[in-house]
């Protein structure tokens, strides 16, 4: 474990104009594929690229900045002479993986859930606790959920001006955040029901739809309220994710949390309904003043997931008082999961990796 220790502090090193070797485990994935895209677009001074994937994508040929990558197993690849490695495979593969990766000399910045809540890791939302990055023990750092990811931007300042004391929350995710398979899952019910708008037939019986996979019910034309399995007093894992990530970003320990976590027939942007309690008055005006200055923060008018898809910000509107508290706010943020909810934040944190440097 020494040398993961040693090589978190991977940007400090003498030579300054040395771009780093980066690898991608999960890269024909949706959030692999963004990563790649990002990549691109941000310019990332990688000064090499190498892909992962299962074994069933091994031969497939990725185009990047005008070179084809092979993609490679990442079961059983040498990640020696990487210095930096974007982990976006499921939990399971970064709980095999990542140590190992870690150990051989990189940083491990991982989108899956397998070390949110381990101590040792820091969870880092680039605009919000950037300064968590100053210790990686285990050579890792984690993204938190997509739909964390959202609320992170937007709850942050207003909680650093009053402190926030209690927090409601109502999400609305897209089908996008369980991978291709949810995607593909929304897209066949959406097939099979042709061409008819609505979910009910003219006499009122439902379309026939496949059987679900993903969710316990039908996804399209359709909200689904259990999100994944029932893990603690009724809550969902997704609704402990939100609860427990919440309280590691914002350093809030003991903040109450209840979460109801909902799918809904949307591609990609996920949503949050968010009613926050805080220790000091907070009126609609001062939140949206802070919201206007906040980083990675846009207002809106009506946010919606269509206005958030393909771009870096969240979006945050409906801001108003909570009549049923004393110092409470409502309002409404969208955010694009695949993008600031999972790969953009990965790479943000990398830049902020290689700025600790200069």
């Known amino acids: 474990m020494q040398k993961a220790v040693h090589r978190a502090n991977l940007f400090d090193r003498s030579s300054r104009s040395e771009s780093p070797s980066v690898g991608i485990v999960g890269a024909t994935g949706l959030v692999g594929e963004t990563l790649l895209t990002i990549l691109d677009q941000r310019q990332f001074p990688a000064r090499a690229l190498r892909l992962f ?27 020696s002479g990487l210095d930096l490695v974007f982990f976006s495979a499921g939990a399971a593969i970064s709980s095999e993986l990542a140590p190992k990766v870690a150990a051989s000399g990189a940083i491990v910045i991982d989108n899956s859930s397998a070390w949110r809540r381990d101590p040792s890791v820091p969870l880092v939302v680039a605009e919000v606790n950037p300064h968590n990055l100053a210790t990686m023990p285990r050579g890792i750092v984690a993204n938190p959920n997509c739909t964390t990811m959202v609320a992170m ?6 909680h650093r001006a009053a402190q926030l004391t209690r927090l409601i929350a109502s999400t609305y995710q897209a089908a996008s ?12 019910q959406l097939r099979a029901a042709g061409s008819r708008s609505a979910g009910l037939m003219t006499d009122g019986s439902a379309v026939a739809l496949p059987a679900p996979g993903k969710w316990a019910v039908p996804l399209a034309f359709n909200v689904v309220p259990l999100n994944y399995q029932v893990v603690e007093d009724g809550y969902t894992e997704e609704e402990i ?10 350093e809030a320990p003991g903040l109450p949390v209840s979460g109801t976590c909902v799918r809904v027939p949307v591609y990609t942007g996920h949503s949050v309904a968010v009613h926050a309690e805080f220790a000091r008055a907070l009126s609609p005006g001062q939140a949206l003043e802070l919201l206007a200055k906040a980083p990675g923060v846009e207002l809106s008018d009506v946010p919606n997931p269509l206005e958030a898809t393909g771009r870096d910000p969240v979006y945050v509107g409906r801001v108003r008082r909570d009549p049923s508290v004393a110092s409470g706010l409502s309002f409404f943020v969208t955010g694009d999961n695949l993008r600031k909810g999972a790969a953009l934040n990965a790479i943000q944190i990398a830049e902020l990796l290689l700025a600790r440097a200069t």
């Open 53 to 79: 994937a299962s074994s069933r994508s091994v031969g497939r040929v990725v185009t990047w900045r005008g070179s084809l990558l092979p993609v490679e197993d990442a079961a059983c690849a040498d990640y």
């Open 153 to 158: 931007p937007a709850l942050a300042p207003l």
């Open 177 to 188: 955040g369980a991978g291709l398979a949810g995607a593909r899952e929304l897209e066949d």
């Open 241 to 250: 994710k939100l609860r427990d990530e919440t309280r590691k970003i914002l």
